[in-house]
């Protein structure tokens, strides 16, 4: 099976910007979570999806968001970029999300300048 | 963000030796345990996980040991070799919190040739 995957791998964005980012689970995957990983804060949790459905969000501001299609897929916007939102933002997926074993994509770093 | 475990630690073994990774845990409640190896410019990958019911569980070169009573997580890795050598994570998750994962602040391993 193909693994995890996300695009774009890097981006550069100024602040004020927008931007999206993508990732596509593992076949058969119906969880996508979203993490944050700074030097600073390490891996933090973002959201998960489920089903189209936010199940779970972690404690950032609203300027990030997500959405999941109906294939599983998923997306991620934020919303008038700083400069601390410069990070790695890994995607993973797992079949159900319950305590499962939850496999990681590659990641997106995210610089804004 | 919320965040498990202490502060990024380094560790450093010779190429053989057994390596012991320690993790401190901070919800109780917390019933599933996963350990993640990130090496540069990747995602994490999974290595093991432990269930709450469970006290020590093995894989290939690999034990990782549960003690709910101090909540504490470790993970063995038997004749550590050069490969090893990446960022590992201790990740928690609880039905209570709706298995929202929360990952700690990672240990580096180096091994030395």
């Known amino acids: 099976k193909a693994g995890v995957t996300q695009t774009p791998r890097y981006l550069i964005k100024t602040r004020g910007q927008q931007v999206t980012l993508s990732c596509s689970p593992i076949?058969?995957?119906?969880?996508v979570s979203w993490y944050q990983q700074t030097p600073g804060q390490g891996l933090q949790f973002l959201f998960e999806?489920?089903?189209?459905?936010?199940?779970n969000k972690g404690n950032f501001p609203g300027r990030f968001s997500g959405r999941q299609f109906s294939n599983s897929r998923s997306e991620m916007n934020v919303s008038t970029l700083e400069l601390g939102d410069s990070a790695l933002y890994l995607c993973?997926?797992?079949?159900?999300?319950?305590?499962?074993?939850?496999?990681f994509g590659p990641g997106t770093r995210l610089l804004v300048l | 963000g919320e965040s498990v475990g202490l502060h990024l630690p380094t560790l450093s073994v010779q190429e053989g030796d057994n390596s012991i990774i320690n993790c401190a845990y901070s919800?109780?409640?917390?019933?599933?345990f996963i350990w993640y190896k990130q090496e540069s410019g990747k995602g994490p990958q999974f290595i093991i996980d432990?269930?709450?019911?469970?006290d020590k569980r093995q894989g290939q070169r690999v034990t990782v040991l549960l003690n709910k009573t101090v909540k504490h997580l470790s993970l063995q890795i038997a004749a550590t070799q050069p490969g090893d050598s990446a960022v590992y994570f201790c990740?928690?998750?609880?039905?209570?919190?709706?298995?929202?994962?929360?990952f700690g602040p990672g240990t580096s391993l180096s091994v030395i040739p």
């Open positions: 993973a997926s797992s079949l159900l999300g319950r305590s499962e074993t939850q496999y």
């Open positions: 076949s058969g995957h119906r969880s």
């Open positions: 999806y489920f089903s189209e459905t936010q199940r």
């Open positions: 919800n109780s409640a917390s019933d599933y």
């Open positions: 432990i269930r709450s019911n469970m």
């Open positions: 990740a928690e998750s609880a039905k209570t919190s709706y298995d929202k994962v929360i």
